[in-house]
């Protein structure tokens, strides 16, 4: 690459940033990592209507859970600041007249009422989708036409007015892409968009344009659904003699729907039970609050993992890919043109794979966390000793205190299906026996131990170790699977396990 590498994530503060836009922020920071470049993150505020309070904050939360550092910012500055378009407002006029004086764009006088009435009086004559564009608008009040006398007047009698860009009538126009080639639209498919509205304020096209420019950012990254402004953007470059410096495109493929059907939605999310949002999000005006990945127990490093699949792979078997890593092997080129299905159960297989990763002390200190949450303790020894005998059959930290709730809790009650099955005499017999025999061990027990006892009570009773371990089990957990049994007896101790063994043996019925 020639051009310095300066790329830039450009939301807008509408609302909780959509998990498909940390990936956009993700292939963003990768890009400019892997180049040396300088990753910068802009914020596009300049639709007032469609503001919303706390949005600025979430994006910056969301992306430094995921461990995307940005080099220049609204909060840390930078020499292009200010970084948010709405500070940056009066900016952008001149360019807009600078259009205006070139014959490249027009002032349009006309009321939303009027555009409104011609608009049906298309449809009227047959015109499906009518736009204001090369042809109609010059059946509208504007300065192509009006005449220069008439502008004048309006313009100094303050009457309201948009700019609008003048897009060629009949002309192919070619946006060279890195991902997909080139893609040309042919203009009579444009409508003479807005550049600069009644309040004076850009709208995304002419802001964004300017401040590419001028914030010299040399590609553009982001998601397909931008596709379609890209011709607006190609021209406004074009018009403002900004060809040489305009930046290379890169439309990242959707995420799909996980069945294949469509752009990923919040609604087929909640249906199928998965956050779209990174981090919680409350959404004020609603009265609601959703869920994210982190409060849903994901590790950032899982987040990384799982969204950089999705639309990019090394090329090779390798599914594993630590932030370095990602820096190290991403590439332009594997980036793919068609969208890719969402599948939350490869999200699990990471974070699982994550978990694993992690040292038991640093799961311990989670997990205590977790029970501090519920008003419980338990020492950092004990909490290290659970997640070693956990650890292989969870996915998320949370799941230590449901997948093994007989270490925190007696059962109160047992799986009746085992329990018909099971309980019988000769298991009674055996688990009464175990009990005696444990009360030699009270200060201390081990696996091993546990399983020598065991296994000395089945022989002296005559009866077979395998046959009763299943019966043991459901009176100390409750359940008919689960952990290694004799690490889980080790772990409550002797004391524990008899008064777990009475309890069962009071409450279940002997079957014959
Ligand atoms: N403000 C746009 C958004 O909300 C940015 C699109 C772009 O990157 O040009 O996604």
């Known amino acids: 690459m020639d051009k310095k590498v300066r790329v830039r994530f450009a939301p ?27 990753m910068i993150l802009r914020i596009e505020d300049t639709d007032q209507t469609r503001y919303v309070e706390g949005a600025e904050e979430y994006i ?15 909060w840390q500055g930078g020499k292009f600041a200010p970084y948010r378009q709405s500070e940056r407002k009066d900016l952008y006029k001149k360019y807009a007249l600078k259009l205006i004086e070139e014959g490249n764009a027009y002032y349009a006088f006309d009321t939303e009422d009027e555009w409104d009435s011609k608009r049906k009086e298309l449809e009227a004559a047959g015109v499906v989708s009518p736009q204001y564009n090369s042809i109609t608008r010059m059946q509208m009040k504007n300065s192509l036409t009006l005449t220069a006398a008439e502008v004048k007047a309006k313009l100094a009698a ?26 040309v639209f042919h203009s009579s498919l444009l409508d ?61 493929p ?19 039970g998965f ?18 990945y982190r409060e849903a127990g994901y590790f950032p490093e899982t987040m990384v993992n799982f969204l950089v699949l999705l639309g990019w792979n ?46 038991n002390p640093t799961l311990a200190r989670l997990l205590l966390a977790d029970l501090a949450k519920n008003n419980r303790t338990l020492s950092q020894e004990k909490a290290e000793k659970v997640v070693e005998i956990l650890k292989e059959r969870v996915t998320f930290v949370k799941d230590f205190l449901t997948e093994g709730k007989y270490l925190f809790d007696a059962p109160q009650t047992f799986d009746e299906q085992i329990a018909s099955k099971k309980w019988n005499q000769p298991l009674v017999e055996v688990l009464n026996g175990y009990k005696n025999a444990l009360q030699t061990h009270q200060e201390s027990l081990e696996a091993h131990t546990a399983k020598e006892i065991l296994n000395k ?32 007896i080790a772990f409550l101790g002797a004391d524990e396990v008899s008064k777990r063994i009475d309890y069962a043996v009071s409450t279940l019925k002997v079957v014959s």
């Open 314 to 359: 090394a090329g090779t078997e390798q599914e594993i890919f630590s932030m370095q890593e990602l820096i190290d092997s991403f590439s332009i080129e594997r980036i793919g043109k068609s969208g890719t299905k969402f599948d939350i159960n490869k999200a699990k297989w990471f974070n699982q794979h994550y978990l694993k990763a992690t040292s």
């Open 192 to 252: 003479d968009r807005v550049l600069l509205k009644s309040d004076g304020m850009p709208t995304y096209h002419l802001a964004n344009v300017v401040d590419d420019y001028l914030m010299q950012i040399s590609h553009v990254i982001r998601g397909e659904e931008w596709l379609p402004s890209a011709p607006v953007h190609v021209l406004l470059y074009k018009m403002l003699g900004w060809e040489n410096e305009m930046p290379q495109f890169l439309h990242l």
């Open 12 to 38: 807008s503060p509408t609302g909780g940033l959509h998990i498909g836009g940390v990936r956009t922020a993700l292939y963003n920071y990768l890009i400019a990592k892997k180049n040396n470049g300088t």
């Open 275 to 292: 956050p779209v949002f990174p981090i919680e999000w409350h959404n004020k005006e609603k009265q609601a609050t959703m869920t994210g």
């Open 60 to 74: 910056k939360e969301a992306l430094a859970w995921v461990g995307i550092q940005l080099d220049e910012s609204p």
């Open 457 to 488: 009570t089945t022989d002296s009773l005559g009866v077979k170790f395998g046959s009763v371990m299943q019966g043991v089990r459901l009176a100390i957990t409750g359940a008919g699977a689960g952990a290694d049994l004799m690490e889980i």
């Open 254 to 272: 959707l995420i799909m729907n996980p069945d294949g059907n469509g752009k990923l939605s919040k609604r087929y999310a909640d249906q199928l």
């Open 158 to 183: 303050g009457e309201p007015y948009t700019i609008r860009l003048k897009v060629p009538h009949k002309e192919d126009i070619r946006v060279h892409d890195l991902i997909r080639g080139w893609v």
